[in-house]
């Protein structure tokens, strides 16, 4: 059965990133987007919600005044930018509380402990994991009808496709739906640079590069215009490695 998430937060921004981070779980549904306490509160009396995010800090009535105001509330994980409120948090049994902005990791750390609970509505196991700094890291990434675990020391680069990237390993080539943005947070940042709106590729992948692009495995991958100096950067770092 499916998770039920309602996601209340008066940042457009923080809405955007959460909602990213759950479609990367095929058994989380998304119900709904509330800006603030008092329309959360309202459709909390129309829906069933098995999981809230919920920032604190909003105009109107905070998020734990509205918390206390439930008689069946939904499991909540809390997202704010204040940790002095992690105590009050916690005295209304929260599940996590995390602070903005947040990492990946620890998004996923909050949502685990989800299916950890004995009255958890899915089993079902988490579609994509990355533990950042092993060896053997890896990514699942739904392809067709499939879901297909790709190690990420396999990954010799990402390309946007409007709404699809190509995942390029180097005897295959994965197309899922998925912005190259999201797929930027997961992949660790020392292994890895953006050289382009379009393309991120792998550091220890690259066989030469000039000032305009880069070439893996045959093929030369352009660097973007605003991308350049931090791609540079990064090079040299390698480099002098």
Known sequence: MKIRVLIVDDEPHAI?????YLRMFSEMELVGKCTDAIQAFQLLQQKTVDLMFLDIQMPGLKGTEMLRSLKNPPKVIFTTAYSEYALEGFELNAIDYLLKPIPFERFLRAVDKIYQLPDSRSKALITHEIPVGDHDAFIYLKVDRKTIKVNISDILWIESLRDYVKVVVKEQVYI???????????????KFVRIHRSFIVALSKIDSFYSYSIEINGHELPIGRNY???VQKRLKQTTAA
């Open 176 to 190: 899922t739906k998925q912005k190259i943005s999201l797929l930027e947070e997961l992949l660790p940042e020392n």
């Open 16 to 20: 955007e990133v959460i909602e990213n």
């Open 228 to 230: 350049k100096q931090d």
